[in-house]
């Protein structure tokens, strides 16, 4: 079974701060896909990243990178000088290489960015 | 394209009441799936469909039943509701071209249930 884990439940950070969200994982499978999805205030989901299980290349987009490793089976968020625009709950979720596509999702964790 | 999107936004039901929540998408896409989000529970899976005609279950199927006669549409029917079952519903589409292509959410329709 197919698991994922997000250990912190609420983050508070101040503007222009740091933040790295946590992601583990659980997967039995060698083939595997790993995303991180934002939902803002207003409730949609946004997808944000995808990675596959052979590509552990961290992955930079302009205050987001993400740090992939398999050896941890961890696939980390971190936000550079934070704004508040930030503030969401963050998903990461995993699905294993089926046409059933599945999305395993962690419970999330609630980022506010103080001003 | 207006990607994916759910109707209602908003809806309250009284215990044993029915209801079909809508779900459409112009995206083409093959594979559609619903997903209800609990509170500190993240989104869980309800039923999916890879093609017009096919569904199947997901990880909490019981109490909703699914059907897909055209590839745009995707409803999810709450036979009889109970409390259980107030929640936050997402719909999804991807393509089925690429295999776990990412996944597309509409904006969610919040059920509740008396």
């Known amino acids: 079974a197919q698991k994922v884990t997000q250990a912190q439940t609420e983050i508070s950070v101040v503007e222009k701060e740091d933040v790295t969200l946590d992601c583990v994982y659980e997967?039995?499978?060698?083939?595997?896909?790993l995303f991180w999805y934002k939902q803002p205030p207003s409730g949609e989901l946004v997808f944000l990243i995808r990675r596959n299980s052979f590509d552990e290349q961290n992955e930079i987009s302009g205050r987001y990178s993400w740090n992939f490793q398999k050896s941890t089976s961890s696939f980390n968020f971190t936000i550079t000088a934070s704004q508040v625009v930030d503030s969401a709950v963050y998903f990461c979720?995993?699905?294993?290489?089926?046409?059933?596509?599945?999305?395993?999702f962690g419970s999330g964790t609630r980022l506010q960015v103080q001003p | 394209n207006a990607g994916v999107t759910q109707t209602p936004k908003f809806q309250v039901l009284k215990t044993g009441q029915s209801m079909t929540l809508q779900c459409a998408q112009d995206m083409n896409h093959e594979y559609m799936s619903w997903y209800r989000q609990d509170p500190g529970m993240g989104l869980r899976l309800i039923h999916y469909?890879?093609?017009?005609?096919?569904?199947d279950q997901g990880e909490v199927p019981n109490g909703y039943n699914v059907s897909r006669s055209t590839t745009e549409d995707f409803p999810l029917r709450l036979l009889s509701a109970a409390p259980s079952q107030t929640s936050v519903y997402f719909c999804?589409?991807?393509?089925?071209?690429?295999?776990?292509?990412?996944?597309?959410f509409g904006p969610g329709t919040r059920l509740t249930v008396l």
């Open positions: 997967t039995r499978d060698t083939t595997y896909y």
């Open positions: 979720a995993l699905t294993k290489d089926t046409g059933r596509r599945a999305l395993t």
């Open positions: 999804a589409s991807s393509p089925q071209g690429a295999s776990t292509d990412t996944q597309y």
């Open positions: 469909s890879v093609g017009a005609g096919i569904t």
